[in-house]
């Protein structure tokens, strides 16, 4: 069954009301008609099976006829800082990460990153990134819709990511913070680390550019709680680095 997203506020007496873009969607991509079943999540634990119960030009009706939840989120909140790279890689960085299940992504601006955007370039391109990320929550069933923020400068992502105030922090258990690094040695110490991860902490992963960080800029991090790991012995590609710590990520954090 297709997924799609709502507010709570569009789920009243048993009924959704799919309004916006996926009603277009719905209607003339999709050729949905009555009768038909989809699932509809509000950004929570819960997903409802629905039946479409009626299609107009502006809005999709339909029915409740079931309410679980199926517990596809990790049990940590994962967040992904990822330094600007070259060309459309932002754009599979971010549909990887969603599939792969971070809980937001946060570009990052560091001394070697080649791409600068101006205010209107990055406004669009932020438009462009948060849709990428639906359309990838909605293709692996995903629960929330995982935001995609403005560019960060290197040091305001440094704060963002171990500040207990922040968006990124909703649990109590101090975050851990990692920078896969490629002078790191010693998969052992790894090992040991991304294991200590217990369910439930915050998890926040910082990624470099395609020439790699700065050895200033990977002091800063340690200095702000950052700890240096490995990724193994290849130097793998930016786009390629974050899918791999997530992938472990995942396999150690997810549950039955």
Request: aromatic residues 4%.
């Amino acid at each position: 069954m297709y997924r799609f997203f709502c507010e709570k506020g569009q789920i009243t007496d048993g009924e959704v009301k799919i309004t916006g873009e996926d009603v277009r969607h719905i209607r003339n991509v999709l050729r949905m008609r009555p009768g038909e079943m989809i699932l509809v999540s509000c950004g929570d634990e819960w997903e409802y099976t629905c039946r479409i119960t009626m299609l107009s030009e502006d809005e999709v009706c339909a029915e409740i006829t079931d309410a679980q939840k199926p517990g596809k989120e990790l049990p940590s909140r994962i967040t992904l800082l990822q330094c600007l790279p070259k060309g459309d890689k932002m754009e599979t960085v971010i549909q990887k990460a969603v599939e792969l299940g971070a809980a937001e992504i946060v570009p990052v601006s560091s001394a070697r990153c080649v791409v600068k955007l101006d205010a209107k370039k990055e406004a669009a391109r932020v438009r462009r990134w948060n849709a990428i990320a639906e359309s990838a929550a909605k293709q692996a069933k995903r629960m929330i819709i995982p935001p995609v923020h403005g560019v960060m400068a290197f040091r305001d992502a440094l704060i963002y990511a171990h500040d207990p105030d922040t968006a990124a922090q909703t649990d109590t258990a101090e975050p851990m913070l990692l920078i896969p690094y490629e002078n790191e040695e010693g998969m052992g110490a790894t090992k040991r680390l991304l294991s200590s991860i217990r369910p439930g902490q915050p998890v926040a992963v910082l990624i470099g550019p395609e020439g790699g960080f700065e050895e200033a800029e990977v002091q800063a991090a340690a200095e702000a709680g950052f700890h240096p790991i490995t990724l193994g012995k290849r130097i793998l590609r930016t786009e390629t680095a974050g899918m791999t710590a997530l992938s472990i990520l995942m396999y150690l954090l997810e549950t039955e």
